[in-house]
Structure formats: structure tokens, C-alpha cells
């Protein structure tokens, strides 16, 4: 079974494809780490993120790069989204994605076109968004945890920067697939969120075997 599981940053959708993973015992890709990886290569190699040929020649990173604690920070989310818009660099992440979605027995995708792109014959489809406010607030408490400063106001302008470059790309955009169900996690918990979630896959797994 594919689930693939879309949304923006900080949405929730990471912590719900985690769940669903564990819960159906599939292995998990959350997909933006792999964009995330491009962007820190791109980085460190002193690169432009405007550049398709920069930000092409950074996607062969190896793959204990995705354990990299940068990879986590705002600035690397940010790079990620500028290079995620070069047909090339999603070019080459494509069958690195296909493959993990397809390997035997399915698996758990999370990412921004997963059920439009990547595996749009998926068995379930979630598109899992929130408010940009309440995305703020979540990244903000994330880092606090972590001992960082967090300007809110900042942040949910960055948020929606970020949505407006994600949903604008000409290649790929970030979209509700046709036959995705919504999952607003605005005004839910975890623990509501991710049996929500389960519902709507129980049911469209059966929605499937029925037709």
C-alpha cells in the first residue's frame, strides 16, 4: 500500500506520515529532506540557489547526509524551497522517490507533490494543511525547544512566502491532488490529527476494494 501524505511546511503532515507509517508498519520518506540536502550541498559548495546547473550538480549528495542536523534549520527550508524549483534538481530526486514509493509491500511518503507527481497511483492521498498563523506558532515552539529565538510575526511571513513559491513553481507545484482528502489541522491536537488521518485512509483503502 502508497500512502502519500502533502501539505505545506509545518502543517503537520511530517508527524501525521510518521504515524500512519508506524501504525501500518510501512517504511517512511519524508521527501523535503531531500530537497533540504540539495540546498545545504548547494550551500557549503558556495552556490547559487537561482542557478538550475548550482542547484542540479548539488543533487548527488550521499545519503548520511540526511541525518545532518542543519538540515532542520530555517534557513535550510528556506534553500530547499528556491531549489525545489529547478525542473532539474526535481528531475534527479524523482526516481530516488519512485523507487522508495514502490519498493515491495508500499510505503509512506510526505512531501509537497506526492500524490500529484511522484506516486499519483497511490492506494491513499492525504493533503494536510493549517493555517499559516498556527504553522508559525508550531515552527516557533519547535525551536524554543530547542533553545533558539522565534519571532512568530517573521516566521508566518516566511510561511507565507514560502506557500506562494511552493504553490507558484511552473514545475510541480505544491496542490491538492483531485482525489486527495483535506485534513485541516488548525484547530486539532496530535493525537486527533493523526486518528483522523487513519480514518480517512481506512476509508478510501475500502472505498478501493470495493470498486
Partial sequence: ?????????????????????????????????????????????????????DAAAATGFADGLLVDPELRTEETGALASRVSAHAAVRAALMARQRAFAHQSGGAV???????????????????????????????AREMEGRGLAADIDAMEAEIIARDARDMGRSNAPLAQADDADLLDTSELGIDAAIQRAIALVEARVKRHHIE
Avoid: N, Q
Wanted: net charge positive; proline share 6%; charged share 25%.
Fill in 1 to 53: 500500500m502508497i500512502i502519500a501524505v502533502d501539505g505545506p511546511a509545518a502543517s503537520g503532515k511530517g508527524t501525521i506520515a510518521r504515524a500512519l507509517a508506524a501504525h501500518y508498519r510501512l517504511p517512511h520518506l519524508d521527501t523535503g529532506l531531500l530537497y533540504r540536502a540539495v540546498g545545504l550541498t548547494l550551500k557549503r559548495a558556495g552556490g547559487d540557489p537561482a542557478s538550475e546547473a
Fill in 109 to 139: 511518503l510526505d512531501g509537497r507533490d506526492i500524490g500529484t507527481v511522484i506516486a499519483p497511483e497511490a492506494d491513499a492521498k492525504l493533503y494536510v494543511t493549517a493555517s499559516p498563523r498556527v504553522r508559525a506558532e508550531r515552527r
